[in-house]
T-cell receptor, first 113, second 113 residues
């Protein structure tokens, strides 16, 4: 069975440009997470979905970040406009429930120049 | 202040040797503790998950221990191999946080020939 799939793997953009990341969770997983991971640090939660509802987006910088999970399956995370400090790895994870094991995708490495 | 502290920040060990990584947490009320392995450029992969009643859990050459009274956990790697070179992340969740995972910063392990 395929794991969590993210695309693209790498993205380089100029500052002030928009960027979007896509995540396809494991089939049947109703919980989906987006994390930001800076070099040498653990992941930090941006947003968590239970099905199509965002139940925890307290750490999402809503002035420039947005996310959606239409139909409770795939999800997209968007940044507009991107800033130099947004350079990081963006990880998507999914689980069968909020207290079940989370499976991570390989991440999207964003570089803003 | 991070609720999950890991030590050491990094370590170098010779192939075939053993090592132990530490994790102290303040997350409460405790639900479970997980150890993840993250290879460079990849998403984290779960090694073990332990609940309050579990003191130890093994996954091949990886053995995790948990002392819920002192809020400490360790991950022991036996007979290290070059493929063990990775970041090891301790993750703790609370029963009242609806699945919010608290991540440590990770311990970077380098196994040398």
């Amino acid at each position: 069975e395929a794991g969590v799939v993210q695309s693209p793997r790498y993205k380089i953009i100029e500052k002030k440009q928009p960027v979007a990341f896509w995540c396809n969770p494991i089939s049947g997983h109703n919980t989906l997470y987006w994390y930001l991971q800076n070099l040498g640090q653990g992941p930090e939660l941006l947003i968590r979905y239970e099905n199509e509802e965002a139940v925890d987006d307290s750490q999402l910088p809503k002035d420039r970040f947005s996310a959606e999970r239409l139909k409770g399956v795939d999800s997209t995370l968007k940044i507009q406009p991107a800033e130099l400090g947004d350079s990081a790895v963006y990880l998507c994870a999914s689980s069968l429930g909020s207290l079940k094991e989370a499976f991570f995708g390989q991440g999207t490495r964003l570089t803003v120049v | 202040k991070n609720q999950v502290e890991q030590s050491p920040q990094s370590l170098i060990i010779l192939e075939g040797k053993n090592c132990t990584l530490q994790c102290n947490y303040t997350v409460s009320p405790f639900s479970n503790l997980r150890w993840y392995k993250q290879d460079t450029g990849r998403g984290p992969v779960s090694l073990t998950i332990m609940t309050f009643s579990e003191n130890t859990k093994s996954n091949g050459r990886y053995t995790a221990t948990l002392d819920a009274d002192t809020k400490q956990s360790s991950l022991h790697i036996t007979a290290s191999q070059l493929s063990d070179s990775a970041s090891y992340i301790c993750v703790v969740s609370a029963t009242d946080s609806w699945g919010k995972l608290q991540f440590g910063a990770g311990t970077q392990v380098v196994v040398t020939p």
